[in-house]
Every structure is written in C-alpha cells, then in structure tokens.
C-alpha cells in the first residue's frame, strides 16, 4: 500500500502540467531540461521533464557524451539501484495494474530478461548512431501511452500545437499495435515491459549489486519456516518470498539480481530484509552471508514454537 | 573498508559529471530536445 501511494505521487509530480488539458496544449518551461530517473515520455502534454533514454539518444544524436545524464542516472543508481523502478516508474505501475485483470496467467521463458540490454546496446545506441533518429522512441509503448494517444486527443480537439500531426502514418499504427500487444502481454504476465525490454532498467539493473540500498536474507527470522518449525523443508519449496515477485525473480536466492526492482514485496515474510550501507551482506545478527542457495534452509530450520 | 573507498570514489566522479553537465550547457541541451515535440518520435509524422 505504501509503494502505490509513492508511485501515485510519483505519477503527479513528474505528470502534473494540468493547464495542458483545457488549453491542449504541453509543457514547454526550463523544467523540461531536468532528466526524470523513470521512463516518462517528454512529449506528455503533462510532463514536467525529460525522458533518460530520450534524452540520450538525442545526445548520441548530436555526437555528444551526456555528462548531466549519466551522472544523475549514476547517482540513482548508485542510491537505489533500480529502486526508481519498483516505487518511481508510472509505466510499471500501469503494468501491475493491468496484471490485476483475473485472466489465466502464464510463465516467460528467463532468457527472455536479456533481451533489454539487446535492446539497449542495439536500438538505443547502434541504431540511434547510424541513422540519426531515436528509434527507440518511435517505438516506445510508455510513449505511446503518455504521449501519442494524448496527442490525437489534443489534434481531435483542434489544437494549434498539433498542427500538422498526421495520425495515419504506419508508425502510428505500428505504435499503437505495441502498446495493445504489450498490455495483452502484461495482463497475463507481470511488468513484461521492464522484464524484457525496458533500457533504463537495464542501465539502473548494473547498479543493484553495488547500490547504496540492499537486500539480504536471514532464515532465523522467516515467519513461515518459524510457523511451520520442523516441518519447513526448505526456501526452493515454500517459495512464499517469491510469490509476490513482480519481476518474476526467485527469493532469497536471486534478491541481489541485477532484474529487482527493491519493491521489498519478498520482505513481507520476514526472512529478506533491506539495509542501507555499503558493507557487504550480513544477516540480522551482523554475520557475513554467503549468497543464498536455493536449498537455502535445509539445514538448521528454527525450533516449532511450543 | 574497499568498497567504501570504491562507492565514495564513484559518487564522486558521478556528482563531477553532473556538475559538468550543467557548466557545458547538458541541462540546455536537454531541454532543447524536451520543450519541443519530435513529431516523428511520436510518430504522427
């Protein structure tokens, strides 16, 4: 509950230009030059700010090395890791909402996680760099969302500002056949977009094992094996941590995963914890932790209580 | 006591780049790209 008022307070504070909807028009001002750590499309007519990856690809663009970007992206990073992601990122949000929908869910092959940093390296970087043009965002469905459908509202109301917009073309259509795609993907799978695909979750994802905010595991404070006492067999069976797992990681072996997103829903069992520090894991009593296994918890399982 | 050294050293040269970044104009530049529409971008052009 207090991520979705964090991520709702999030979504207005980067989207809250409201004198956009009765004038149909977009924020223009000087705030626009400040990179917003999530991906929110400049072109929302209620943005405040700049999107990351628009903004570097306009940099590759020009033939410029972004050191405003990467230093703020660096120190989020560095604080966070891809924390932005699980309580900042008003697309993710949109993705947990859409996964709420009671249809039948289904599992996403894992080396489909890699595809983001393809995307990254390939259409972010390599193709931006040939062609002059940020393919990314043509293709962008957080674009498309916040910013194309937005503006053929404002063009069928007959804004100035959307003169000249020609809502016919095959990218639009090809745009608008990603976002349906990728909200039918996201009823049945959880946040597929920042799974599979998103480049700034891959660029803040290199940040986890290093960030200032961590999470770590301790067995002897797990409510579950507690509960259940002599009866736990171990984590890989219970996989109670897991359950809530928007990005589909296992827990507690795969809590320092370059793929979470620190939403802390594995913490509600007691047995992950996060702390805020940069001295190297420790469980709850402050010993040194090797990386959880998943037969994590086979041996020395808690006393039942009497 | 390395990883400390190691982390100070890196918020360092990240709060340099930011620094920099808005001394060589990054912040202007960004906005240039942000206060107007890319029409192709969005793809309505």
Known sequence: ?306 | MVRKIVFTLLAVVLSACVVYGLVIGDFWETLSNGAMICLTCIGVA
């Not at chain 1, 599979?196 to 094992?209: D, E, H, I, Q, V």
């Not at chain 1, 997103?261 to 913490?267: A, F």
């Not at chain 1, 994590?296 to 039942?304: H, I, L, R, S």
Request: with cysteine; aromatic share 14%; hydrophobic share 45%.
């Open chain 1, 1 to 306: 509950m207090k991520r979705r008022i964090i991520q709702f307070i999030s979504l207005i504070i980067t989207n809250s230009y409201f004198t956009s909807i009765p004038t149909a028009s977009f924020y223009q001002g000087t705030l626009k030059g400040a990179c917003v750590p999530i991906l929110n499309c400049y072109a929302c007519p209620l943005a405040w700010g700049s999107c990351p990856i628009g903004t570097l690809q306009h940099f590759i663009i020009v033939r410029a090395l972004p050191f405003y970007l990467i230093g703020v992206l660096g120190l989020v990073g560095l604080v966070g890791g891809r924390w932005a992601c699980g309580w900042l990122c008003p697309f993710g949000w949109f993705q947990e909402f859409v996964y709420k929908l009671k249809v039948p869910k289904i599992k996403a092959p894992d080396w489909l996680r890699h595809m983001k940093y393809v995307i990254l390296v390939l259409v972010v970087g390599v193709v931006t760099w040939v062609t002059f043009e940020p393919w990314f965002c043509k293709f962008c469905p957080a674009g498309t969302l916040e910013a194309g459908l937005p503006w053929l509202a404002w063009a069928a109301r007959g804004s100035d500002y959307a003169e000249g917009m020609t809502f016919t073309t095959g990218i639009f259509a090809l745009k608008v056949f990603m976002l349906v795609a990728l909200v039918a993907l996201a009823a049945v799978l959880q946040r597929p977009f920042c799974r599979f695909a998103c480049p700034l979750g891959a660029l803040f994802g290199l940040a986890n094992k290093f960030s200032l905010l961590q999470l770590d595991f301790d067995l002897d404070t797990c409510a579950i094996a507690y509960a259940q006492g002599s009866d736990f067999e171990n984590c890989a069976k219970c996989m109670h941590c897991s359950k809530n797992c928007p990005m589909g990681l296992k827990a507690p072996e795969q809590i320092g995963s370059v793929d979470c997103i620190r939403c802390m829903n594995c913490t509600s069992y007691g047995s992950v914890f996060w702390r805020f520090g940069t001295a190297p894991s420790r469980d709850r009593t402050g010993e040194r932790m090797i990386a959880p296994a998943p037969h994590w918890g086979t041996k020395d399982v808690p006393e039942a209580p009497d």
